[in-house]
């Protein structure tokens, strides 16, 4: 009797556990609306802006550690912006990111690393074209909370600094910079489970 009343109890602590676990892993998918993708690269003396306009992803959170945490994202290629429609095609075009070819980019992270507070150094894996190189994201948590109607958000930005010749994006050396600055804001809307199917 006493040998069974242990199993059950230890058996409840396991399964309460393993319910806690579950519990604090969040998916937050990336809100498109509310997601900015931007970089600034030299043009001579000067820096000229841009972003690219579509972007879709998810953040998977361990809330109780965020070290656990992992991100996927992919950005489309061809919504690259500088409010210049001619610089804009010969960004697009072979001498750049050839997006016929490579239509996407995509970063996948293999380690979040924290550097204090709510800051880390997350580590992963983003390919351009048909380049795929290991990089680090500044990335810092901005929270997590209700944003429109209730519905559960979190919040991030991300900072890096890219050598766009790794990626094979070399055209125009000696007018344009190889350094690029790329800064992103993120919010992302909590993913609503999925009902069971009977």
């Not at 656990?68 to 001498?95: G, K, Q, Y």
């Not at 924290?114 to 351009?128: E, P, R």
């Not at 948590?141 to 109607?149: E, N, R, T, V, Y």
Request: aromatic share 8%.
């Amino acid at each position: 009797m006493r040998r069974s009343k242990l199993a059950l109890v230890v058996a409840g602590i396991v399964l309460a556990s393993l319910a806690s676990a579950q519990a604090a892993v969040e998916t937050y998918d990336i809100d498109p609306v509310h997601t900015w993708v931007g970089f600034t690269i030299a043009h001579f003396f000067t820096k000229v802006p841009g972003f690219f306009s579509k972007v879709k992803g998810s953040v998977v959170v361990d809330r109780s550690n965020l070290a656990n945490s992992t991100v996927e994202a992919v950005i489309e290629a061809a919504s690259i912006t500088t409010n210049t429609p001619m610089r804009d095609d010969d960004l697009r075009s072979a001498n750049f990111f050839a997006v016929a070819k490579f239509p996407a980019m995509t970063f996948k992270s293999k380690a979040w690393k924290s550097t204090g507070g709510d800051t880390y150094a997350v580590k992963g894996n983003l390919t351009i074209k048909s380049v795929t190189k290991e990089v680090v994201l500044k990335v810092t948590s901005l929270g997590f909370g209700p944003g429109m109607k209730g519905a559960a958000i979190s919040g991030w930005e991300v900072s890096t600094t890219l050598d766009r010749r790794d990626f094979d994006v070399a055209a125009d050396q000696g007018m344009i910079g190889n350094s690029v600055d790329v800064v992103i804001h993120i919010e992302a809307d909590l993913r609503k489970p999925t009902a069971a199917t009977p």
